[in-house]
């Protein structure tokens, strides 16, 4: 049980303090988008000391300590793991303001009861008492993303990756369950060095010998029916920033694939990639649909035209599945709400065929986080949006949804505070938000 401490951390008015506490602390974790070890996961791999918890494949810190000038040997090197967690300690001072400074400290506070600042000096100490009560605690990886209140995450996954973790996970039939999201990103670039292994090595996952546009469907499509036996009901998708709309045929999707698969790949151009991707959201679109799974876009800030118009054609060629839009940008965030209600109002056939969501809340700063809140508010319904991606890495997975728990209520009780809205209509909105929305949406429960 979170101390009262550790649950007021961060919000700032008794509204703010009253809305989580009643509405917010007890629901359950629904990660949309994370980059965990599933493989960790699966084992139950034991967790000894705080840099296995923190540092351990998290290119994002790793990314940090190099801005802040820490060798490589520290980082991904052989020096020792107290070594690596004292490097850590000594360039969190650099780094306030930035998530991970207070992701870090929040993370001390609610798993460890430790209030102490992360730096130079408190550096042994910390180390000693984390090391202490994880031992005393005995938890694996999969116990400490249990306990944090995480009901369901859906971990990136290539095509071609094994799904043995997940079948594991799943046999135990625990209440937390692990799925694949599906990423068939790769795919998209075939004007990239190396496809044509990487579609060797899908043939292979899938027993196909992709030779043409139709044998690549074909391969797709039994890889998709492995991801969904064992439980995936969602994939995931970025726009990016080469990717401008092109009408799409077979015809010439299928000579592009094969410029890739004979190794012409420096061959492509802009305008044939851009078609064999528009190809590929259509292709994929239309197995999502079949199968009801969710679309989870993340949008690029100078892409949206590219994404509106994408969705639009997809929609009206009845190939559009259910869809979640996604960005971290403030100004993007506003242009997604745009995009979101036009496409709704073509599509009104479709029971809320395109929502939008939070995307990247690892990479978010509290107050950014706020504004970005208060600006989807301004453009569209913000009890429609359905929570967050967290693309973490960390197994304190759950540690991302409450920076943006408490972030949502302190705006949302700062309303309440000003008369603006009632505290019954803010407390239904919250759980919406954090919780209910994504859980129909993904029919999870």
């Not at 798993?111 to 031992?135: G, P, Q, R, V």
């Not at 092109?246 to 010439?252: E, G, R, S, T, V």
Request: aromatic fraction near 10%.
């Amino acid at each position: 049980m979170e101390s009262a401490s550790n649950m007021d951390f961060l919000l700032n008015t008794p509204s703010a303090t009253k809305l989580y506490r009643e509405c917010v602390a007890d629901l359950p974790i629904l990660d949309l988008c994370c980059h965990l070890d599933v493989s960790a996961l699966a084992d139950n791999k034991e967790i000894t000391n705080i840099t296995e918890l923190w540092l351990y494949g998290d290119p994002k810190k790793w990314e940090l300590m190099r801005v802040c000038g820490v060798n490589e040997r520290f980082i991904t090197g052989n020096a020792s793991d107290f070594e690596k967690f004292r490097e850590f300690c000594r360039i969190m001072p650099m780094l306030i303001g930035n998530p991970q400074y207070i992701a870090c400290h929040f993370e001390l506070q609610r798993f460890f009861d430790c209030e102490l600042t992360i730096n130079s000096d408190n550096c042994e100490t910390i180390w000693k008492e984390t090391s202490y009560k994880l031992a005393k605690q005995g938890l694996g990886a999969f116990d400490y993303v249990k306990m944090s209140g995480a009901r369901t995450i859906f971990v990136t996954c290539a095509p071609t990756d094994s799904l043995s973790p997940y079948e594991i996970i799943r046999s135990r039939g625990t209440e937390l369950s692990v799925l694949p999201l599906f990423s068939p990103d790769k795919c998209f670039d075939v004007n990239q060095k190396g496809i044509a292994a990487y579609f060797s090595e899908v043939g292979k996952v899938s027993s196909v010998d992709i030779c043409d546009y139709d044998s690549f469907c074909h391969a797709y499509e039994i890889l998709m029916d492995r991801f969904g036996a064992v439980g995936c009901r969602t994939a995931y998708h970025k726009i990016n920033a080469d990717h401008s709309f092109i009408k799409p045929d077979m015809h010439h999707a299928n000579l592009i694939l094969k410029k890739a698969l004979y190794g012409k790949y420096a061959e492509i151009t802009n305008d044939e990639l851009s078609l064999w991707k528009t190809q590929l959201m259509r292709f994929f679109g239309a197995e999502y649909l079949k199968r009801n799974w969710v679309m989870q876009i993340e949008c690029s800030p100078s892409r949206n035209s590219e994404t509106e118009a994408i969705l639009d054609y997809m929609s009206s060629s009845n190939v559009l599945p259910k869809t979640v839009l996604f960005s971290n940008n403030i100004i993007d965030c506003a242009l997604v709400a745009e995009i979101c209600k036009k496409l709704c109002r073509i599509d009104q056939n479709r029971s809320v065929a395109i929502i939008q969501g939070i995307g990247g809340i690892a990479e978010i700063g509290t107050v950014e986080l706020e504004t970005i809140i208060e600006s989807i508010a301004a453009k569209t319904a913000i009890g429609s949006v359905i929570g967050i991606q967290s693309r973490a890495y960390g197994y304190g997975v759950c540690i991302m949804h409450e920076l943006f728990r408490k972030s949502l209520c302190n705006v949302i009780g700062n309303w309440v505070d000003k008369g603006i809205c009632p505290e019954c209509a803010a407390a239904e909105t919250i759980k919406k938000i954090c919780y209910h929305n994504a859980a129909q949406y993904f029919e999870i429960d």
